[in-house]
């Protein structure tokens, strides 16, 4: 779990579309800029969850993100934002209950995290 840059509150690395990469790929390339980690990310989504964001300019929008797992191989001290943000390692009940957006804690309490 890492925390937002803006209010500090737990969530997970996340981001919009890379262009030209995969929706995996784009997890990936989050996941090491937020939180410093690396490993293989399975090419397919386990969920999705909703959320309202205020944007400058548009105000309200509603984001969707597809949650994509990635297996950490690697974690490192320095990473792109490790001065804009707090990382902790969670249990799924843990982080589901860190986490204010509902739909991500639901998810995080779901089956879909659990190893194959």
Known sequence: MITTRGSGRWIIPKGRMIDGLSGAET???EAWEEAGVTG???TRSIGQFSF???H????RVTCVVDVYPLLVAKTADWFPEVAERR???MLPEKAAQAVSIDGLSGLLRSN???PH
């Open 112 to 114: 879909a995290l659990n």
């Open 27 to 29: 997890a990936a390339q």
């Open 87 to 89: 990382r902790r390692w």
């Open 56 to 59: 400058r300019d548009l105000g």
């Open 40 to 42: 293989r990310c399975e």
């Open 52 to 54: 309202d964001k205020h």
